[in-house]
């Protein structure tokens, strides 16, 4: 199985500001047949199903505001809000599914400093 | 827009079966382009893919090797839709599960159900 971990656990970050979460798999999930890399990220705030934010790691889902965005390939990926709002106060998780069984990270927690 | 309606029994006794249902609306579970899938969601598993249902010109089905020897699922292309059985539930089974479509453009998730394992 392919295992996905992410860091940092939780995550403070100032109103405005920056703030990055990073995933990696025990394996590469980009494959090279149609160039994608198979990495999906998720919001999850409480009582709700995570939310598709990114998926082929860097494409937007419409409607989700352009201050999230997703970069990296192979094994290595990033999720960055570029200015944190308070809404955004959730779990984030990466999954992968690149072949079954799918796995997902064990999420970050991100709050308000 | 594609959207999942879940269904089912919130309680479930020891050595039972977890049985729950996703109504499937703005697509077909016999599309040819996406899956139909269950996960759940525990603190002590965090997220856990337990399987899925597809059509490419016949059904197929994948499980998680944690439950394959409990675990059915089963579309129902008269009523669109689609259902998770688990067998010899335990108290470990108890978790929020969800169902969800994958499709070339990601994941949409229905809204979960509390499945408590007590007698």
């Known amino acids: 199985d392919i295992v996905m971990t992410q860091s940092p656990d939780s995550l403070a970050v100032s109103l405005g500001e920056r703030a990055t979460i990073n995933c990696k798999s025990s394996?590469?999930?980009?494959?090279?047949?149609?160039?994608?890399?198979?990495l999906a990220w998720y919001q999850q705030k409480p009582g709700q199903p995570p939310k598709l934010l990114i998926y082929?790691?860097?494409n937007r889902e419409s409607g989700v505001p352009d201050r999230f965005s997703g970069s990296g390939s192979g094994t290595d990926f990033t999720l960055t809000i570029s200015s944190l709002q308070a809404e955004d106060v959730a779990v984030y998780y990466c999954?992968?599914?690149?072949?079954?069984?799918?796995?997902f990270g064990q999420g970050t927690k991100l709050e308000i400093k | 827009q594609v959207q999942l309606q879940q269904s089912g029994p919130g309680l479930v006794k020891p050595s039972q079966t977890l049985s729950l249902t996703c109504a499937i609306s703005?697509?077909?579970?016999?599309?040819?382009?996406?899956?139909w899938n269950w996960i759940r969601q525990s603190p002590s598993r965090g997220l856990e893919w337990l399987g899925r249902?597809?059509?490419?010109?016949?059904?197929?089905?994948d499980y998680a090797v944690s439950v394959k020897s409990r675990i059915t699922i089963n579309p129902d292309t008269s009523k669109n839709q689609f259902s998770l059985q688990l067998n010899s539930v335990t108290p470990e089974d108890t978790a929020v599960y969800f169902c969800?479509?994958?499709?070339?453009?990601?994941?949409?998730w229905g809204q979960g159900t509390l499945v408590t394992v007590s007698s």
């Open positions: 969800a479509r994958a499709g070339i453009s990601g994941w949409y």
């Open positions: 999954q992968h599914y690149y072949s079954t069984p799918y796995t």
């Open positions: 703005g697509d077909s579970v016999s599309s040819n382009s996406a899956a």
């Open positions: 249902t597809y059509y490419r010109s016949k059904w197929y089905n």
């Open positions: 394996q590469s999930v980009f494959f090279s047949s149609n160039n994608k890399n198979y």
């Open positions: 082929w790691a860097s």
